[in-house]
């Protein structure tokens, strides 16, 4: 069990780090869909950040895997809790899943996942139309689903940090005093 009142300075880098990308992708997103004219630059930015972001959330969880979360307040509501552990759960899945429906949808569309000039990933799916208008269909859904998930821990952080003032939201804000544990 973690006696500590924060998260390590390696959790608290990468959920901030993170958390800018995931915003700024579901923006990209949109944009992608809403814009013809702007499409393909953001496809070019859209493709190599969702990849950083499947190899940083590998490194989170391994972070998280060594390192445990402070515990949540004792007073804190048994289904509250839960919510808060399955949310962040969810949040992971979809770390991974969105990532890898990307690569694969981009897969079966036939187009390759340029990182930069000269580097492309290898296809994970089959060339198959089918398949892509599932995957791009599921990549859609599930950036919603994302999104509403993201809005929800957002409003949980708000609500520890400015209702319950309980340090949930400062376990992830800042370090502990002295700020060298990691």
Do not use: C
Request: proline share 7%; net charge positive; aromatic share 10%.
């Amino acid at each position: 069990m973690n006696t500590s009142t924060h998260f390590n300075l390696t959790a608290r880098v990468l959920h901030w780090l993170m958390a800018a990308m995931i915003l700024a992708m579901l923006f990209i997103g949109v944009g992608m869909v809403a814009s013809i004219s702007q499409r393909p630059w953001l496809i070019d930015l859209h493709r190599p950040l969702g990849i950083a972001i499947l190899l940083l959330v590998i490194v989170r969880l391994g972070n998280r895997l060594r390192h445990a979360p402070p515990p949540l307040p004792a007073d804190l509501p048994a289904w509250q809790a839960f919510a808060a552990k399955a949310s962040h759960w969810v949040l992971y899945g979809l770390m991974f899943a969105m990532p890898l429906l990307g690569w694969a949808t981009v897969s079966a569309a036939g187009y390759p996942v340029t990182m930069f000039a000269g580097f492309q990933l290898p296809p994970i799916a089959p060339h198959d139309p089918t398949l892509y208008a599932w995957l791009r269909d599921a990549h859609g859904w599930l950036a919603r689903v994302l999104f509403a998930t993201v809005l929800l821990h957002l409003s949980a952080a708000l609500y520890h940090a400015w209702v319950r003032r309980d340090g949930v939201f400062q376990a992830m804000a800042r370090g502990g005093r002295g700020g060298g544990e990691a």
